[in-house]
């Protein structure tokens, strides 16, 4: 009696498990084909390149059902098959990629100026550049978090005055900005011509955050992007 329950039990041992049972040759061919293709496959090319004989249709609905609860699932979009990731799944795969963008040489002088004379206004930024700036170059700025409102000068129409940020200090890799290059630096690196007039200097920059004698403190809505003035024609 023991001998025969022992000869059953390795029979019901030898039978196989579920996920052992071997696949049809043509589930595998078809996996295999869908795989390595980079494109997605139409039927023709799927079934001229599995053996004659072989029920395509029900092939791909048996591999599309032995998917569907996996990770990547077996799709036909515009009557061409494909290994996709599944639809609940795509949030894996998403990303957020950070466009670069170049600053114009209009917004790199702004910076500039703002950097070594703030708190300036926009009046100011013009009188040392020569030239009138735009609503847009500013917004750029502000856009980037490098320049903030300050305050608002007390001078007749209060226009606003502008200063660096930390962000600012940080993205140039300075510890404050009084490491901001001097005149001589500046020089040496040929960004300003040999050729100065007498008396010119470059301003050291404060990192004092708090407003001057001649700032009012800022008005609800001013730290809004529009505060900038309207560009007029031919400003740069």
């Known amino acids: 009696m023991a001998s025969v329950a022992a000869r059953r039990m390795v029979v019901e041992n030898d039978e196989p498990e579920p996920n052992d049972v071997e696949r049809p040759e043509e589930m595998r061919l078809l996996e295999a084909l869908l795989f390595a293709s980079k494109e997605p496959l139409d039927d023709k ?44 799944l795509s949030w894996l795969l998403t990303r957020e990629a950070v466009q670069p963008r170049k600053l114009s040489r209009a917004a790199l002088e702004t910076l500039a100026v703002i950097a070594y004379h703030q708190p300036v206004t926009r009046a100011e930024i013009e009188d040392v550049r020569g030239v009138s700036i ?17 305050g608002r000068r007390k001078v007749p129409g209060r226009p606003i005055t502008y200063g660096t940020t930390d962000a600012f200090v940080s993205h140039f890799g300075l510890e404050q900005l009084s490491d901001l290059p001097g005149l001589d630096e500046l020089k040496g690196s040929g960004l300003l011509d040999g050729r100065l007039p007498p008396g010119f200097s470059v301003p050291l920059p404060s990192d004092d955050p708090a407003l001057h004698e001649d700032e009012d403190p800022l008005e609800p809505g001013d730290l809004d992007l529009g505060l900038a003035p309207r560009a007029e024609p031919g400003e740069d």
């Open 45 to 88: 090319t799927l079934a001229a390149r599995l053996p004659a004989g072989v029920d395509l249709k029900a092939a791909l609905a048996a591999l599309q059902a032995e998917y569907a609860p996996r990770g990547v699932n077996l799709v036909k979009v515009g009557g061409k098959w494909s290994f996709r990731t599944a639809s609940d």
């Open 134 to 150: 735009s609503k847009g170059t500013i917004d750029v700025l502000l856009e980037t978090g490098w320049i903030r409102p300050r």
